[in-house]
């Protein structure tokens, strides 16, 4: 599904309201899948961008163990976790249809 989605915390900090709104979000295929997790060596559920090639880097971390956090008129919000350098951080996707 086509989806513009603005990450809200940068590294495991909460972002400020002014600082997602202005965010340039990522544009693009996002997918919701159960696949198995390197990071974590199990099953999760997993957010990332449907990229066309296979050497396209994902605009931003996949997010796992993602879930429905929260839906209204405005998208919805994706929990879960991203990994960054080997380090795992808690993380949340504001996700809403590109206008």
């Not at 990450?7 to 709104?21: A, M, T, Y």
Request: hydrophobic share 40%; glycine share 8%.
């Amino acid at each position: 599904m086509l989806m513009k989605v603005t990450p809200r915390l940068r590294r495991g900090k909460v972002l400020s309201q002014q600082e997602i709104q202005t965010a340039e979000p990522a544009y693009g295929d996002m997918v919701v899948v159960q696949n198995m997790s390197h990071q974590f060596n199990r099953y999760s559920n997993i957010a990332r961008f449907q990229m066309s090639g296979t050497n396209d880097v994902q605009p931003i971390p996949e997010l796992h163990d993602a879930t429905l956090a929260w839906m209204g008129p405005n998208g919805f919000v994706l929990t879960g976790f991203e990994v960054v350098a080997g380090i795992a951080y808690a993380q949340s996707w504001w996700c809403r249809a590109p206008n």
